[in-house]
T-cell receptor, first 111, second 112 residues
Framework: GENVEQHPSTLSVQEGDSAVIKCTYSDSASNYFPWYKQELGKGPQLIID???NVGEKKDQRIAVTLNKTAKHFSLHITETQPEDSAVYFC??????????WGAGTKLIIKP | NAGVTQTPKFQVLKTGQSMTLQCAQD?????MYWYRQDPGMGLRLIYY???????DKGEVPNGYNVSRLNKREFSLRLESAAPSQTSVYFC???????????FGPGTRLTVL
């Protein structure tokens, strides 16, 4: 069935360094790939998304890249700050516009 | 705008008890969703409603029922709770099709 794999499950980086989270998806018909951030005790919140007709998208310190041939996409956070500490989820759409979610990455920013 | 609201925030049930989780959105969205979140498993779709008057099963519908009461409200019912239903439940809404899903704060449910 449809599947999204996300790695790593935990990522610890020094404040100011970059963080990269990677996802692979199985459904070749997927064409929408959002990233959500979940802070402790809250619901997930969209931080950036990309569609299949675009290879890269940036928003300040956050960027997402997409390789449709390889069926993988990645989240890049530069100049990490303490407020970036959270759990990040990737997702891919299916033909019914439903989202198939990755298992999440806990990002820890060390001071 | 309150966005997506959920009640209750916390609930403890005994095996076999029933309860209804409430969700409401004030963004005039057409689509609404119920997810459960378990450690290490991300979000799994229980049921969704693409528009008022329709509901469909998601990935893990067994043991649950839903009602799209009107465009604003989408409730999730557990008829006979089981320990395997211990989880955090999130409601979300979206205008239509693809695009941003807006999530509520979640309900943490424990079934003893």
């Amino acid at each position: 069935g449809e599947n999204v794999e996300q790695h790593p499950s935990t990522l610890s980086v020094q404040e100011g360094d970059s963080a990269v989270i990677k996802c692979t998806y199985s459904d070749s018909a997927s064409n929408y790939f959002p990233w959500y951030k979940q802070e402790l005790g809250k619901g997930p919140q969209l931080i950036i998304d990309i569609r299949s007709n675009v290879g890269e998208k940036k928003d300040q310190r956050i960027a997402v890249t997409l390789n449709k041939t390889a069926k993988h996409f990645s989240l890049h956070i530069t100049e990490t700050q303490p407020e970036d500490s959270a759990v990040y989820f990737c997702a891919a759409s299916n033909s019914n516009y439903q989202l198939i979610w990755g298992a999440g990455t806990k990002l820890i920013i060390k001071p | 705008n309150a966005g997506v609201t959920q009640t209750p925030k916390f609930q403890v049930l005994k095996t076999g008890q029933s309860m209804t989780l409430q969700c409401a959105q004030d963004m005039n969205h057409n689509s609404m969703y119920w997810y459960r979140q378990d450690p290490g498993m991300g979000l799994r779709l229980i049921y969704y409603s693409a528009s008022e008057g329709t509901t469909d099963k998601g990935e893990v519908p067994n043991g649950y029922n839903v009602s799209r009461l009107n465009k604003r409200e989408f409730s999730l019912r557990l008829e006979s709770a089981a320990p395997s239903q211990t989880s955090v439940y999130f409601c979300a809404s979206r205008e239509r099709g693809e695009g941003t899903q807006y999530f509520g704060p979640g309900t943490r449910l424990t079934v003893l």
